[in-house]
């Protein structure tokens, strides 16, 4: 779904489909990591440290794929393709 792009040129230009899919998805994955740091405290303050560890994995995994993201859309900005 094309999504509108702020101004350019005095005239509203459309992002496209894979622009906003990357910064949709980067968004998604920051706001993943933030819950489970929530899931990490209620594991401790639960003193679970089997539900911590694994809650620690998957935050791991997924800061990995946000910095996959960040890193992807670095280069693009870079090649003039974002």
């Known amino acids: 779904m094309a999504q509108q ?3 350019i040129g005095g005239k509203l230009e459309p ?6 899919d990357l910064v949709t998805e980067l ?3 920051g706001q993943a990591v933030d819950a489970l ?3 990490i405290e209620d594991a401790q303050k639960a003193n679970n440290p089997d539900v911590t560890r694994l809650f620690e994995q998957i935050r791991d995994d997924e800061i990995r794929h946000c910095d996959m993201l960040r890193s992807l ?3 693009q900005v870079k090649e003039g393709k974002f």
């Open 15 to 20: 992002m496209d489909n894979v622009t906003y």
């Open 27 to 29: 968004s998604s994955c």
């Open 5 to 7: 792009h702020p101004m």
């Open 73 to 75: 859309i670095s280069k």
């Open 37 to 39: 740091d929530t899931y």
